[in-house]
């Protein structure tokens, strides 16, 4: 499995900006469909957004659409979450997740290895 570490979450005013990066150990990044998830206090953990291991499509939840953007740099084997135009509905801890050659997916329970999360905030 690839360790995965989370990094780039704060506090941000709504309407905002945050870079979220996930760096991944080993020699095979580039073999892993990538995922965001987030998990707000006293919900479940939903899907973000996801990146294919290869050709690089991308999948969106429909609240994130045209706000946030994923990509990947596999030579410094890193995933990207671009978040723009914050809400407060955004605020949640943020994990990435690895599926080695998986397909585009929504179900966490497609992906294999998580980070430890990173917070992030947006105030009103």
């Known amino acids: 499995q690839v360790q995965l570490v989370e990094s780039g979450g704060g506090l941000v005013q709504a309407g905002g900006s945050l870079r979220l990066s996930c760096g991944a150990s080993?020699?095979?990044?580039?073999?892993?469909?990538m995922g965001w998830f987030r998990q707000a206090p006293g919900k479940e953990r939903e899907f973000v957004a996801a990146?294919?291991?290869?050709?690089?499509?991308?999948y969106y939840a429909d609240s994130v659409k045209g706000r946030f953007i994923i990509s990947r740099d596999n030579a410094k084997n890193t995933v990207y979450l671009q978040m723009n135009s914050l809400k407060p509905e955004d605020t949640a801890v943020y994990y990435c997740?690895?599926?080695?050659?998986?397909?585009?997916?929504?179900?966490?329970?497609?992906?294999?290895?998580w980070g430890r999360g990173t917070q992030v905030t947006v105030s009103s």
């Open positions: 997740a690895a599926d080695r050659y998986g397909q585009l997916s929504s179900r966490s329970t497609e992906f294999s290895s």
């Open positions: 080993g020699r095979t990044f580039s073999s892993y469909t």
């Open positions: 990146i294919m291991w290869s050709g690089g499509s991308t």
